[in-house]
């Protein structure tokens, strides 16, 4: 939990800047005034050999090392420049540099170039970089405004990160005279090194942030951006707004999963598994965001709505309806006691009209009566203001039960001067207030989604199933010998094998080769039987007649057989048909048709999609879709997302489908999606599904290229729990303990672990007085990302309960082939050879990882984490900064 990389950046001791100017107009020229309107306080330098002053400051031609305070460059200069600036910048030590300039990736193949030079100079100096072609970045609280934008962001605490410049300098206009302040401002521009996901990962654990506003155009590193987003989310609200909704950007499949699934859904299916919320709006996105950071939490889902005026009442009722909020019913109880209190011709029903003359006090006390029921878990109060109405004593009969109340209570005084002062009021007491009563039933949707989300974040599933093991080595090798002949369709026969291997339940069939062979496989499967043409090529067998069912003679399957085949040969001449699928018709009761599916998105890889199947699935259009791993949890809410979850229980006088076996289905797909990374796509359409159990009718596969990234599940968005890691493990005295990657139930055991530790051995990790882990730490230690860091904890069973003894951790560094690591070892537990089991766990993870080094800083009288090092082949060197620091390191490759 040291200082961010990125920290320099946006907390400078001082900033350089190149191409600072007095040329009218020049972006050089604005930065530098940018920055001295602000008020930067610290060291503020400009470069230029043109110049031996500008705007009042001292101009040098160049950086020296050592000659002065500086950490941050910020480069105004044309592109072909920036080489040589960044080089000059690495010499004198600087830590990172904001590239204004534009003419980089943008602008073709020379462009391309300047930009991996730049990348490659930084690299070799251990600089981060901003852009190149980006706005700038702020830190308003200490009057840091290293942008050419005309406006000056207010202090305040959301965190704003935007791939358009052009985006942050509008919120930046519309946010200012409205009172809204932020921790920091970045513009990613081109994103050639630092991009959203480290500045997502500054924000999560930057102190002056409470909550992050996050505006996306596209995504270049999605494991990056989807472990920064996760980072930030376990720690405080993210709320992201994205463009181009509609844009389409996946090509038309042969799958019918492919072809239904948009870019957009599946970015949506993302952030859930991300723990943030999405808006539409920018209006909506600040309402989010500071609703959100205000610390507004829910125990529950349900509604209630007080007003003054039935219009009002009815259209926030409209609303809840579009976004399918629950309305609380209340109580006989509340019911009485607002019978009381209220004139006889109140609503008598939720929503509560207490009638336009309502004063303040029937504002206060029918909001504690309505608060007070348990049914109701939040509540919106509107006001219009009538001819009797007091706004400014209404607002505060409000915000007087809001405090007593631990359930989130949102205002909306509609008008505009009247209510005014009101406004103000809710304002400066903490409570979300909004203009419209629309606006307020929005932002509860938004808390419900973040709290679900949230939950969701909380799932760590592994990549298989807990069930009977699958024989994922005999899918691999179908696949292969598809692959090696040529193929990218697996034939119906390869496609059920491959099924069958992860036991998802599939139809028998027998391949027949003409009428007289489907005859005999008919008589042998027993009727009624289903014909499908044989035809890897052919997709959607039954759009051109590929498909007869319920067959119950051995006429019927010959005539149907020869009918067939000839119209096929008929309208495709140039397919090759196998033959005929023979299959006994499934018997699961009564049937459900049901799709499910994997498609392969060009930037989040793997997609689980579930909805409502058979020959009219487009038509319908009943799908939902999900990044794996799944978990029971995950499945079943990737399958209430969908009205096919609706058909799953008593239904139109069926029984319901057998508990758990679509959901099963869903994880062994999982599976697949996980274990299978040459799995481009695959359609279970039909599955049918019934009170006798489920069964795959239907199904195809699709290859994908080879993969060239060698990493466990590289493919993926979201990388499992690495549960295969687990294992019994004895120490030196002969004592059985459990050694396995953290997990996020593993918060209270952490705890407990820290809290055990001596004062010696909190001081030599770097604790010093720390009692306890806080709850972002605890987090951040416990909910951590298995593809950039890994976390092993030994624990001990043995007294009936899980006690955590001791935690290696490493973390990967920007560069991609470095990391971080740190052991402790509970004071009971140490020199009983705990440290090496851990060391070792830690050392085959990152070389597995394809890591090149680990290091770690030691203080100089550590000596029981020196020796350990030592053993393990670690080398020693002592730091120049700080000499009570040694610094261990270790090559792995």
């Not at 105004?76 to 920036?82: D, K, Q, W």
């Not at 359930?407 to 008008?415: D, I, N, R, S």
């Not at 579930?610 to 009219?616: P, S, V, Y």
């Amino acid at each position: 939990m040291g200082t961010h990389i990125l920290d320099k950046l946006f907390n400078p001791r001082g900033v350089a800047v190149f191409g600072a100017s007095e040329r009218e107009g020049s972006v050089g020229r604005t930065v530098l005034a940018n920055l001295l309107a602000a008020g930067f306080k610290r060291t503020l330098l400009p470069v230029n050999p043109k110049y031996a002053e500008v705007q009042g400051l001292h101009c040098v031609p160049e950086l020296k090392p050592g000659e002065h305070m500086v950490d941050l460059a910020l480069i105004a200069t044309p592109a072909r420049a920036v080489p040589g600036i960044l080089r000059n910048c690495g010499e004198a030590g600087l830590r990172g540099a904001v590239i204004l300039s534009a003419g980089f990736g943008e602008a073709g193949r020379e462009g391309e170039r300047l930009q991996q030079e730049c990348v490659e100079i930084a690299q070799r100096y251990r600089m981060r970089l901003i852009g190149p072609n980006c706005l700038g970045i702020m830190r308003p609280g200490i009057g840091l405004n290293a942008t050419f934008s005309h406006n000056q962001a207010l202090p305040g605490k959301l965190g704003l990160i935007s791939s358009s410049g052009a985006l942050i300098t509008a919120v930046l206009d519309w946010a200012e005279p409205t009172g809204i302040g932020f921790s920091s401002v970045a513009s990613t521009g081109d994103a050639a090194d630092v991009d959203f996901g480290e500045l997502l990962d500054y924000l999560a654990v930057d102190p002056e942030t409470q909550g992050i506003l996050l505006y996306v155009e596209g995504i270049r590193h999605t494991r990056r951006f989807l472990s920064g987003l996760r980072a930030a989310a376990r720690m405080k609200p993210v709320v992201v707004l994205k463009s181009a909704r509609h844009a389409a950007t996946a090509q038309a499949a042969a799958t019918h999963t492919g072809a239904m699934m948009g870019s957009d859904a599946v970015f949506d299916a993302a952030l859930q598994r991300a723990g943030v919320v999405r808006v539409e709006r920018v209006s909506q996105w600040f309402s989010a965001a500071q609703t959100l950071a205000s610390g507004v939490r829910l125990r529950g889902e349900d509604l209630a709505i007080l007003t003054n005026g039935g219009g009002p009442g009815v259209m926030a009722v409209d609303r809840a309806a579009d976004l399918g909020l629950n309305l609380a019913t209340l109580a006989d109880g509340t019911l009485a006691a607002l019978n009381a209190l209220l004139p006889a011709h109140w609503s008598h029903g939720n929503p509560v009209d207490i009638l336009g003359d309502a004063t303040p006090e029937r504002y206060g006390e029918a909001l504690r009566i309505v608060l007070a029921d348990p049914g109701v878990h939040m509540a919106s109060v509107l006001l219009t203001p009538q001819a009797m109405t007091d706004p400014d004593a209404c607002a505060e009969a409000v915000i007087e039960q809001a405090r007593k109340s631990h359930k989130p209570v949102l205002a909306c005084w509609m008008g505009d001067p009247l209510v005014a002062r009101a406004r103000n009021r809710f304002d400066a007491e903490g409570i979300p207030q909004f203009r419209t009563p629309e606006g307020a039933v929005e932002t509860f949707a938004w808390l419900i989604e973040h709290r679900r989300n949230q939950r969701m974040l909380l799932q760590v599933p592994g990549p298989r199933s807990d069930d009977q093991p699958a024989d994922i080595e005999g899918a691999r090798l179908i696949l292969q010998h598809a692959r090696s002949q040529g193929r990218r369709v697996l034939s119906m026969r390869e496609s059920r094998a491959v099924l069958a291997a992860f036991h998802i339940p599939c139809s028998p069939s027998i391949l027949a080769r003409d009428p007289a062979d489907a005859m005999l496989a008919a008589e042998t499967q027993g009727f009624p039987v289903a014909l499908k043409i044989s035809a890897p090529d052919l997709t959607h067998k039954s759009d051109f007649g590929g498909v007869r069912l319920n067959l119950r003679s051995v006429q019927a399957v010959r005539q149907q057989a020869q009918e067939m085949l000839d119209q096929i040969h008929e309208q495709f001449p140039e397919v090759e048909v196998e033959g005929v699928s023979v299959e006994r018709m499934a018997e699961v009761g009564h049937v459900r048709e049901l799709l499910v599916g994997i498609s392969r998105d060009p930037v989040f890889g793997p997609v689980i999609a579930f909805g409502l199947g058979g020959t009219a699935v487009e038509v319908i259009g009943d799908q939902a879709v999900a990044l794996p791993p799944l978990n029971p949890s995950l499945a079943r809410r990737l399958m209430a997302q969908t009205r096919a979850a609706r058909t799953l229980g008593t239904f139109r006088g069926a029984p319901p489908v057998r508990e758990g076996a679509v959901e099963q289905v869903l994880l062994r797909v999982s599976e697949m999606a996980c274990e299978l990374p040459e799995l481009a796509a695959l359609d279970i359409n039909p599955l049918q599904a019934g009170e006798n159990g489920v069964m795959a009718v239907d199904a195809r596969i699709e290859l994908a290229d080879p993969a060239h990234d060698g990493r466990d599940y590289a493919h993926m968005a979201i990388h499992p729990y690495p549960g295969h890691m687990a294992r019994k493990v004895t120490t030196r005295d002969g004592h059985e303990l459990e050694l396995r990657p953290i997990r996020p139930e593993d918060a209270a055991i952490e705890q407990e672990f820290v809290r055990s530790l001596s004062e010696k051995s909190r001081y030599l990790r770097f604790m010093r007085s720390m009692d306890e882990l806080t709850p972002e730490m605890l987090v951040r230690f416990t909910q951590i990302d298995y593809d950039r860091e890994m976390a092993f904890i030994a624990v001990d069973h043995h007294t009936g309960r899980e006690v955590q003894v001791g935690v290696a951790r490493y973390t990967t560094e920007p560069d991609g082939e470095s990391a971080e690591f740190a052991v402790v070892i509970s004071d009971a537990w140490q020199g009983r050879g705990v440290g090496s089991l851990l060391m070792e766990a830690v050392i085959d993870s990152a070389r597995n990882a394809g890591l090149r080094e680990l290091f770690g800083e030691v203080l100089r009288h550590n000596g029981g984490m020196l020796a350990l090092a030592q053993r393990h082949g670690f080398q020693r060197e002592i730091l120049a900064s700080d000499e009570e620091i040694i610094r261990v390191s270790r090559r792995l490759h």
